[in-house]
């Protein structure tokens, strides 16, 4: 005789397993949704907080301009949205508005990165890019692992990504500002825009800010193992 | 919206952990009757009279096992039992090479009776010696297999209980030395624990080859041993499990086995067990979900039959992952060259998966470690932290769909499988 107790105890036990496993993975995608919110929060503070700077600029001098200047977190914020974007469990929702805001910060800071280049008359240092999440881009995968390359390589160069195909009016002013075709991974160096994927040499070469800032890093290493 | 994979990987992953519960819960339950168990071989061995022991006989069946027979032997006849109860039949089924010569020394032993005959399957070879058996009870015991001295003492006392019908021992690993090996010791003290649950249960599906004693009777009630899809011990217990013939599980008795020690002799065997199980259980489909049949009908037979489709199906999903991975990897390569300095140095809690899935396999793997424990306890006596214990975590979960998806594929094909 079977005794249908038992089976209905383990399967209350494995209920209450399963049940635990998933309120314990949503309150610690929340916490990680939050947390991303905060960098957020902290990007848009930065970004307020050098535009005053900079509107302070006239009266004074570009070399009053420090090293902390623009905000140091927009590239570990969009890692962390990307690795958001590209895992099961987070509010697709929750995900798509935080991606909103981090294109906003991102062209924001890209204004402000270009005034600051005009203004002070120095080597722009920022790459504008566009993937595509819509169809599948291997070459977008690939681009994103050189651009990340160059990102640890260069610590002060800038990569503006945006996805192509993002319902968001100001992604899609970019677009047209710089007449962008719909032949991606595309970038935007020095207003010129570059099709397909491109290695971390052929980026070296044709981005003068980034030879700059190559010699820049050879000379302090070597003037580092001289000392 | 929850894709059909993730669904399945779900309910998968929600059988396993159920099982997982299932054995804990029958571990609680049985602790008191194991204890009992070991007293009752305790007075049985303190108390016994000779004139008591019911007489046994053991079957070997051989075929070209002239390396191990003699061995085999030997732990019979140090077996701790009245010699005047105990007698021994070996049947050569057609040996080729010099099996014969080696066991006809025993020609002249007033325990051995013995047998030569043309090749026709093991089954045979043992009906052979069932049909000269005139003892109480009766087994059988592999070429390739070794009793210790007090395993029929610990098997014996078992059918006081006039219910009993047929016992089955423990069996462990005979002298592991490669890590495949290393492997299936920790498998086979897995399989002890499940074994000892089953009993409890009443549900083993499984009388094995190596020393499993049944009352006579039984075979000249329901019949000898059959072909039976290469598995005759499985159809033997389903049979009896059909007809509600008891039959349980001694712990204590353990009985070692020579076991495969490369990859295809492993996947070989394997696949026989899998594809005699599946195919036994086709014959015996009557009795899946059937209330008669208890633990039995209801539980044990689907899930085990379930379980091959999920594992299957488990590592699968695994399997792919990692390709994926593997092939992002690539991509990097291709893209960056090969660099030690892709991954940041620091550690963010944020990176780690922390998605349902990977919790409820995090807590599915601690439930298979603690189970692991209590059957290396149960099986060993302590626990022993081992090698064979990681290889069988990391290793041994992705090689057992290689034999179940090649059985399933021979079931389905109705390809016949090899001994050897």
């Known amino acids: 005789m079977v005794d249908s107790r038992k089976y209905v105890f383990a399967f209350f036990i494995t209920a209450l397993i399963f049940g635990t496993a998933i309120y314990a993975s949503n309150k610690l995608t929340d916490k990680k949704i939050q947390d991303v919110r905060d960098i957020e929060a902290r990007v848009a503070a930065d970004i307020l907080s050098s535009e005053t700077q900079f509107a302070l600029l006239a009266e004074t001098s570009c070399r009053d301009i420090g090293p902390g200047f623009l905000s140091k977190e927009l590239g570990p914020l969009g890692e962390k949205l990307s690795y958001a974007d590209n895992s099961k469990g987070f509010n697709l929702e929750d995900v798509d508005s935080l991606k909103r805001s981090y294109f906003l910060l991102e062209i924001k800071d890209y204004l402000l990165m270009k005034r600051l280049t005009e203004k002070c008359n120095i080597k722009p240092t920022f790459i504008l890019y566009f993937y595509s999440t819509k169809d599948k881009c291997e070459d977008c995968e690939k681009m994103g692992y050189v651009l990340t390359a160059l990102r640890n390589k260069y610590p002060d160069l800038r990569v503006y990504s945006f996805d192509y195909d993002y319902d968001l009016g100001a992604i899609q002013t970019l677009t047209s500002i710089y007449k962008i075709k719909p032949q991606l991974p595309a970038l935007i160096v020095n207003g010129e825009p570059y099709y397909g994927f491109k290695t971390v040499d052929e980026l070296e070469t044709k981005v003068p800010a980034l030879k700059l800032l190559k010699t820049a890093t050879s000379t302090n290493a070597t003037t580092t193992l001289k000392r | 919206m929850v894709d059909v994979q993730t669904l399945i990987l779900y309910c998968s992953l929600f059988i396993s952990l159920f099982f997982e519960v299932f054995l804990l819960i029958t ?155 290393y492997i299936q010791k920790t498998e086979y003290s ?82 026989r067990w899998t594809y005699g199980f599946l195919n036994n259980a086709l014959d015996y489909k009557a009795l899946f979900f059937n209330k008669n049949y208890g633990h039995f009908g209801m539980f044990i037979m689907p899930i085990a039959t379930i379980s091959i489709f999920s594992s299957i199906f488990m590592v699968g999903s695994v399997l792919s992952g990692w390709i994926s991975r593997a092939m992002q990897v690539l991509n990097r390569i291709q893209a960056v060259g090969f660099t030690w300095k892709w991954s940041t140095p620091s550690f963010d809690w944020y990176f780690l998966n922390t998605g349902v899935l990977s919790l409820i396999i995090v807590i599915a793997v601690a439930l298979t470690l603690f189970i692991l424990y209590l059957s290396i306890k149960l099986a060993d006596g302590k626990f022993k932290l081992h090698r064979g214990i990681l290889y069988y975590l990391f290793i041994y979960t992705l090689l057992v769909p290689l034999w179940l998806s090649k059985a399933l594929f021979d079931t389905v094909f109705k390809r016949k499988v090899s001994w050897r």
Request: net charge neutral; with cysteine.
């Open chain 2, 27 to 181: 571990y609680l339950e049985v602790r008191g009757e194991i204890k009992r168990e070991d007293e009752m071989i305790k007075d049985f061995t303190n108390r016994r009279s000779d004139d008591l022991c019911p007489t046994v006989t053991v079957i070997v069946p051989v075929l070209n096992e002239e390396k191990t027979v003699l061995d085999t032997v030997d732990s019979l006849l140090n077996l701790d039992y009245p010699m005047d109860r105990l007698s021994y039949i070996i049947v050569d089924d057609g040996s080729t090479d010099s099996t014969w010569n080696v066991i006809s020394k025993y020609q002249d032993h007033p325990q051995f009776k013995i047998f030569k005959k043309e090749n026709g399957g093991k089954h045979t070879a043992v009906n052979l010696g069932l049909e000269n058996v005139t003892s109480e009870l009766v087994g059988c015991l592999d070429a390739d297999s070794f009793v210790t001295p007090e395993a029929l003492k610990k098997i014996v006392p078992y059918f006081n209980d006039a219910s009993v019908m047929a016992v089955t021992p423990s069996i462990k690993v005979h002298e592991p030395k490669n890590f495949l090996q």
């Open chain 2, 190 to 271: 897995w399989s002890i624990f499940l074994r000892r649950m089953l009993s409890s249960m009443g549900a083993l599906y499984v009388t094995p080859g190596p020393f499993s004693i049944f009352r006579t009777k039984v075979f000249r009630e329901l019949g000898n041993y059959k072909y039976a899809h290469m598995t005759e011990d499985m159809e033997m217990a389903m049979r009896m499990q059909k007809n509600r013939y008891k039959i349980v599980n001694s712990h204590g008795a353990h009985v070692y086995t020579v076991t495969p020690h490369n990859l295809k002799g492993l996947v070989k065997q394997r696949t």
